[in-house]
């Protein structure tokens, strides 16, 4: 049963192999576009990972400066234990680990609002470039753009990320105005 079924796929490459692709033509019913290419190759995509990367570099200078400063503490207080009462010394160890907490909590809590900034451009980002989608699909005469990651198997020529790429240059620009729109509220 595997083996028909692998002949059966080996035969159907070979014959979509040995097939002439269709004559290119204005019109396609079925486009497709790689949505990531079009992320990371586009002006407004690039401008997203740009600030997404600044302020992630931004985030660990911060946490190294706040590292060395707590570990210069832990230094102290560790010199400290041997002339500190244990009682004293008991309190003022778990204030500074009640304190390491607290500062660990608010970092993660920035690299996680960090993360949603940078999926909330994204989102905006693809939703900013749906009108230009559309009138591609318009031009084309097609009906439907297909993540080309996920077509089993299709033409080069139907293949529209290099011109989506072009025309969000054209139309988007560095993006700026998406992403200095305010927020959408969250839906209920």
Known sequence: MLRAAGLA???????????????ASAES????VVPERVLSESRAGR????RFEAATRSLVAENRSI????????????AR?????????ARIAQEFDQRVDGIRDRQDAKSRDLTRRRDTERQAFFEATIPVF???M??????AILDRTSVFLSFDLIDVTDQAIRRMDAEL???AAIFEAPPKPDAP
């Open 173 to 175: 620009g560095d993006g």
């Open 138 to 143: 318009e031009e084309a005469g097609a009906v």
């Open 29 to 32: 019913a079925i486009l497709t």
């Open 134 to 136: 559309r009138t591609m």
């Open 47 to 50: 401008a997203i990972t740009q």
């Open 9 to 23: 796929v080996a035969l159907l490459a070979g014959a979509a192999a040995a097939q002439e692709p269709p004559a």
């Open 67 to 78: 590292e060395a400063a707590l570990e210069a503490e832990e230094r102290d207080l560790t």
């Open 81 to 89: 234990r041997a002339v500190t009462p244990p009682e004293d010394f």
